[in-house]
């Protein structure tokens, strides 16, 4: 008799503490389902959106210029396209009206884009189910951590701009040598990875070898110093021969402040 209290007791109490850490372990169990479930719902959103969305989004959500609007943005997760569409909900709910209902009409912030955004969601008369649309709604918010970490930095303060009467502050060369070679300080250009100072040597861009004296000889009425500002900010504005227009970047005038102009100006003056 004493025996079998003994083990009822013992059953009872295994029970209770096998029961207290199932739910103990509930929430945890629960989330980690649910991630599982996201993930899942990830991946059969990846290929619909491969079917019926890549053709105007491109494969990676990247945009295509004048057929949709880039999905991998910075600018749609951080809120700055729902505020101009006046909107207040949060950017799931947003995306989710966008690709329920579409837009068959041009929003203002896309009106460059010729064809119109369809409807997909069976209830407004497209051809995809209410689970569908949210796979898709959590493949395209899947994008929010890597496009917020993407976002453009900050404009230049004081950038040089493309106006060359803009007048520039005296220039260091050593500096210049610096920020050329994409050595900093406060600011790193890739000039060396397309130029070569040794005569000759062709990589991306022509040698700059010689450069302070050819950049005095290439426009009649431009003094070295004025022909190199341009060439920077402008650089479609006198191609070098043999080379195509287009290959250097044309953004240096946003990037750089007037001071590293200068001080890139007076490096290339030592290039004689
Ligand atoms: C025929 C081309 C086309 C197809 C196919 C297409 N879209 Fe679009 N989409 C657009 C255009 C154009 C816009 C911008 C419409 C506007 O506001 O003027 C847009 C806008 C959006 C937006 C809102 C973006 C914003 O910032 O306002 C989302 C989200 C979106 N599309 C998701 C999808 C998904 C998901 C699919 C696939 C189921 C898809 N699109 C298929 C053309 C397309
Ligand atoms: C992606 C490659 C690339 C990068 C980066 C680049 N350039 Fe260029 N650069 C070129 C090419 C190609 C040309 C020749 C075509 C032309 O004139 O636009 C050129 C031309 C020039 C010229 C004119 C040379 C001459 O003989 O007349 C100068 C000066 C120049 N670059 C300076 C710079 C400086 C300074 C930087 C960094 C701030 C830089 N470039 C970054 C590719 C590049």
């Known amino acids: 008799m004493t025996v079998r ?23 945890a169990r629960m989330s980690s389902f649910e991630s599982g479930f996201t993930g899942r719902s990830v991946e059969a959103g990846a290929a619909l ?39 207040s909900g949060t950017v799931k709910d947003y995306v989710r009206a966008a690709i329920a209902g579409g837009r068959p009409r041009a929003s203002a912030a896309f009106a460059g884009y010729p064809n119109r955004m369809p409807t997909w969601s069976q209830q407004y008369g ?29 404009p230049v303060v004081d950038a040089v701009g493309t106006d060359l009467n803009t007048a520039l502050p005296a220039g260091d060369a050593a500096r210049g040598d610096l920020l050329f070679h994409g050595k900093g300080p406060g600011g790193q250009f890739p000039c060396s990875a397309c130029h070569s100072l040794q005569a000759g040597q062709t990589l991306v861009g022509p040698s700059l070898a010689g450069i302070a004296t050819s950049a005095a000889a290439r426009k009649p009425d431009y003094p070295a110093e004025k022909y190199l500002h341009e060439s920077v900010v402008l650089p479609n504005a006198y191609v070098v021969e043999t080379f195509n227009p287009g290959l250097m970047p044309q953004t240096f005038g946003a990037q750089m402040t007037r001071q590293d102009m200068a001080d890139i100006i007076a ?4 290039q004689k």
């Not at 209290?5 to 929430?27: C, D, K, Q, S, Y």
């Not at 497209?126 to 900050?154: C, H, K, S």
Request: charge should be negative; charged fraction near 10%; hydrophobic fraction near 55%.
């Open 5 to 27: 209290v003994v083990i009822g007791t013992i059953l009872i109490a295994a029970t209770m503490a096998i029961v207290a850490f199932v739910m103990v372990n509930e929430p």
């Open 267 to 270: 490096f290339l003056l030592t």
């Open 49 to 87: 959106f491969d079917t019926n969305c890549a053709i105007c989004h491109g494969v990676a959500g990247q945009g295509i210029e004048n057929v949709a609007p880039a999905l991998n943005a910075a600018d749609l997760f951080d809120g700055s396209r729902l505020k101009s569409f006046g909107w």
């Open 126 to 154: 497209g051809p995809l189910r209410p689970d569908q649309i949210e796979y898709l709604v959590d493949f395209v918010m899947n994008w929010q951590t890597a496009a917020l970490a993407q976002a453009p930095p900050p």
